[in-house]
Nanobody, 114 residues
């Protein structure tokens, strides 16, 4: 029922930063946990970061200390601030609930390359 539109990706050099946004059609305040996921070419989608309605986040080890997930329930938007980007971060990034019961959006592509 809820639909998500991701934006903010692009081409960035290693060590650079990007801020991804996830705009939801409909309220997200009632969604207990939201997550950012990513999928590299030929790889399975993986969970990157989770934020709960309590505002406590958690992260996969590979991005811990570099990425920050946040949510603004009033704006129905979830963000992912990505700093110190590495080539291994190259992927299409998606947002969804956790567990991801909503339909996947188109994602936003992040390419980290020199």
């Amino acid at each position: 029922q809820v639909q998500f539109v991701e934006s903010g990706g692009g081409l960035v050099q290693p060590g650079g930063s990007l801020r991804l946004s996830c705009a939801a059609s409909g309220n997200i305040f009632s969604i207990y946990a939201m997550g950012w996921y990513r999928q590299a070419p030929g790889k399975q989608r993986e969970l990157v970061a989770t934020i709960f309605n309590s505002d406590r986040p958690n992260y996969t080890d590979s991005v811990k200390g570099r990425f920050t997930i946040s949510r603004d329930n009033g704006k129905n938007t979830v963000y992912l601030q990505m700093n110190s980007l590495k080539p291994e971060d190259t992927a299409v990034y998606y947002c969804n609930a956790r567990p991801p019961y909503a339909r996947w959006g188109q994602g936003t592509q992040v390419i980290v390359s020199s």
